[in-house]
């Protein structure tokens, strides 16, 4: 069994549009993360949530605006795509209550490519 | 601000050598310093990690070394084999609060065979 799972895996679509990301954890997590990966390989936190509750949403364009609808699932919605915006986006999650020192548990990751 | 600094960018090894990731940190608050490993495609993935009471921790091939005082740690490989071939990132967390992990920007590691 997955234990984080993100969908799409692949992800072409033009500038301007509109694009979703899902993501959905199975080991009873409290805390959900999406990471931005660019061409270089850095991890670049983009937000994180806390049983449902946006703890971290660091300087992210407003574009992009998470969805948790629980604590199992934390989706990213883009508006307005622009070629910048190309990368991988990774879904993560770690456990108990507190968000530190815990295992980070990452998804596959999200291949995003805006022509 | 950079609160911690990995390096090499990138490292190519031989088959059998030894393969060395440096990391360095600035906020002697943390206390939780563990390595992730991402193959290609791949999502990263926890390989080893250690807390600053220990100066050393192996698993296997994988060796973490950790110099409080320098508040610097590296993670080694021994015996470097081409599957060893990934990116990886060291990170720094406080354990007990609500500190999300540091990550390093990474080393990309070629063991050619």
Redesign the interface.
Known sequence: DTA?SQTPKYLVTQMGNDKSIKCEQNLGHDTM?WYKQDS????K?MF?YNNKEL??NETVPNRFSPKSPDKAHLNLHINSLELGDSAVY?C?SSGLS????N???????SWLTVV | QQQVKQSPQSLIVQKGGISIINCAYENTAF??F?W?Q?FP??????LI?IRPDVSEKKEGRFTISFNKSAKQFSLHIMDSQPGDSA?Y?CAA?????????T?G??T?LIVHP
Do not use: H, M, N, W
């Open positions: 984080v993360y270089k390989k850095f991890l936190i994180s703890i971290i990774f993560a507190g968000l530190s020192g295992t980070i548990y990452f998804g596959e990751g | 206390d939780y563990p992730y991402q495609g791949k999502g990263p993935a926890l990690a990116t990132f967390s406080i354990l007990g609060g609500s500190y999300i992990p990550f920007r990474g990309s």
